[in-house]
């Protein structure tokens, strides 16, 4: 009896520990909101998220964010115009066309790419990329969303790659065998069937690289160039939500409107990637392949 | 049929086109950061402070204190990480309450870096009173690498065979003394390469400490949990963007990426080494 009551214990105990993940999130979006809804003391809902002017700093002080999340949307699309294509595009080569020496290089290539600290590569778009940016298409700065876009897609592609490799791998191979005994090509076979099956496992890579681009910090916090402005042009800098944040949280004194106004910035930045994420839960789960039965 | 065979063409060049680029741009980056930051590194650059407003001397202070986090990071998510991978494996029974706890953990995984800053500055800076010091920075850390310790540690867990515990609680052996003494100790290497790959990440990450626990420059080394301490990754940021030395820093710049992903990378190898001995020396 002592046992199976000891056993009990140590099993709500477990439990617990199990539910900090939950408590921790249940904590990062308490405190958002605790921190970052003061400031709809002194502006509206409305104006905070539509407002045109970020100018936390003047006298009176503008808090609309409305550039700060083109900003980031901006840079997310570009990045993934670059980004689907090449991540999507690699796996196929690995998972279809690479022959086993070449895979054995390739792949962990890629995997040390997505280990890369993103400090250093905002670090390479700021000492590389902008010069040359500058210098080709003669600009007043290299910093801009065209720079921001490249690295991020940079750093999107890994994700997407192996995540997208992954599932191509889980297409039966039934199907292809199929394919080719209808005497289609390989292109056809890839195209028509393989990535078809795999759509699912695809669009939650996808999903996935975007919300790891639309989160991430360093890169746009280096390279993005930091204006307030909605852009006019793709050589325009401009300043998504995350740079804003890590640029001005060190200045903004704790308790201020301005510290509150960057904690409310969090809680729209964290509720776009949860719907990534989201997303891609929803995908994978809806979507589900399970065999050759399901399709 | 010729059209076909075009096409086939075309989209296979495309496909090779693409991979090859990626390869390139790699590769690329990877040789163009040793070349820059070779020259760069030296006994005194490693073993000596900054000097002349950062201008001259090592880093010294910054691996020291990236050591500190990282290793804080990891005694606060490692035990956290493990002891809830060994509930989800070894306890939950499929249902709500499991669903409820994978989707906290997946979500958790898709919070913003800088996200997790604000959230160790509002909590353990502000609330605790920790102040910017090591032990803020070493929790937000610690937080933000919990998931993949927990997925590395879950999947070490499952792939130990059934039978070892059917055979170990056959013997009339307890739950808690079959994962304890049978199941853990099989899953150790599996638990250690997924912690030792979260390391390198948590040495790499720059948004949540900037906020919690990094010094742009630290007169002496940290003596307590509660100091600032400076860190390689937010040493980088600083130099490349602050200030009126960019130009004449940037040689220091390289070196210190050189190391930062020195590190991060000799973690990831070390992990992958320890990996593909515990597969050779596996017993089932």
Not at chain 1, 68 to 75: E, H, N, P, Q, W
Not at chain 2, 125 to 151: N, W
């Amino acid at each position: 009896m002592t046992r199976t009551l000891k056993e009990l214990f140590i099993k709500n105990i477990l439990l617990l520990f199990a539910l900090v993940s939950v408590i921790i999130l249940g904590l990062i979006v308490l405190f958002l909101f605790l921190e970052g809804l003061p400031v709809f003391e002194v502006v509206s809902v409305a104006d905070f998220l539509f407002g045109l002017e970020w100018y936390p700093t003047y006298d009176p002080p503008d808090y609309g964010i409305w550039p700060l999340i083109v900003g980031s949307l901006v840079v997310t699309f570009f990045a993934a115009l670059l980004a689907i294509p090449l991540g999507v595009l690699s796996a196929v080569y690995i998972a279809e066309l690479a022959p086993g020496p070449v895979k054995e290089i390739f792949k962990p290539l890629v995997e040390l790419l997505a280990g890369l600290p993103s400090v250093v590569l905002g670090f390479f778009g700021m000492a590389v990329v902008a010069p040359l940016l500058q210098n080709t298409f003669n600009l007043p700065t290299g910093l801009n969303i065209v720079n921001a876009s490249l690295i991020l897609a940079f750093m999107a592609v890994p994700t997407i790659a192996s995540i997208t490799e992954d599932a191509l791998y889980s297409v039966p191979a039934e199907f292809k065998e199929a394919s080719y005994a209808l005497g289609a090509t390989k292109a056809e076979t890839i195209v028509n069937v393989v990535m078809p099956a795999a759509l699912s496992g695809i669009a939650t890579a996808v999903m996935l690289g975007m919300a790891r681009a639309i989160g991430e910090t360093m890169v746009v916090l280096m390279v993005a160039g930091g204006a307030a402005a909605v852009p006019e042009s793709i050589f325009d800098p401009v300043r998504p939500m995350p740079a804003s944040i890590a640029a001005e949280m060190g200045e903004a004194p704790v308790g201020s409107i301005h510290y509150h106004a960057l904690f409310a910035t969090g809680i729209v930045l964290f509720f776009m990637t949860l719907a990534f994420n989201l997303a891609a839960d929803y995908i994978s789960e809806r979507f589900r392949e399970t065999g050759s039965g399901t399709l | 049929m010729k059209r076909r065979y075009l096409k086939q063409h075309l989209f296979l060049l495309t496909v090779r086109g693409s991979a090859l680029l990626i390869a390139l741009a790699i590769c690329g980056f990877f040789i163009f950061i040793f070349v820059r930051g070779y020259g760069v590194i030296s006994w005194e650059f490693i073993t000596e402070a900054p000097r002349d407003m950062m201008t001259k001397g090592g880093i010294m202070p910054a691996i020291i204190g990236t050591l500190y986090l990282t290793l804080g990071a990891l005694a606060v998510a490692l035990p956290l990480g493990v002891l809830a991978a060994v509930y989800l494996s070894e306890y939950a029974k499929e249902g709500r309450l499991l669903r409820f706890i994978r989707v906290g953990i997946r979500c958790l995984a898709g919070v913003p870096s800088v996200v997790f800053g604000l959230f160790g500055l509002g909590l353990f800076v502000v609330r605790f009173g920790f102040g910017s010091s090591i032990l803020a920075g070493s929790l937000t850390l610690g937080f933000l690498i919990l998931p993949t310790i927990i997925g590395a540690s879950e999947e070490a867990l499952k792939a130990v065979p059934r039978t070892f515990r059917e055979a170990s609680l056959g013997l009339g052996v307890s739950k808690w003394q079959t994962t304890t003494r049978i199941v853990m100790p099989n899953a150790l290497p599996g638990i250690l390469t997924g912690s030792i790959l979260s390391i390198g990440r948590a040495a790499g990450e720059t948004a949540p400490i900037m906020f919690t626990a990094a010094a742009f420059f630290t007169a002496s080394l940290p003596k307590s949990i509660f100091d600032e301490v400076m860190a390689l990754p937010y040493h980088i940021y600083v130099l490349a963007t602050a200030g009126t030395r960019i130009a004449e820093t940037r040689p220091i710049q390289y070196g210190t990426v050189l190391v930062l992903v020195g590190l991060v990378f000799g973690i990831n190898i070390i992990a992958i080494l320890l990996r593909s001995r515990a597969r050779k020396t596996k017993r089932w």
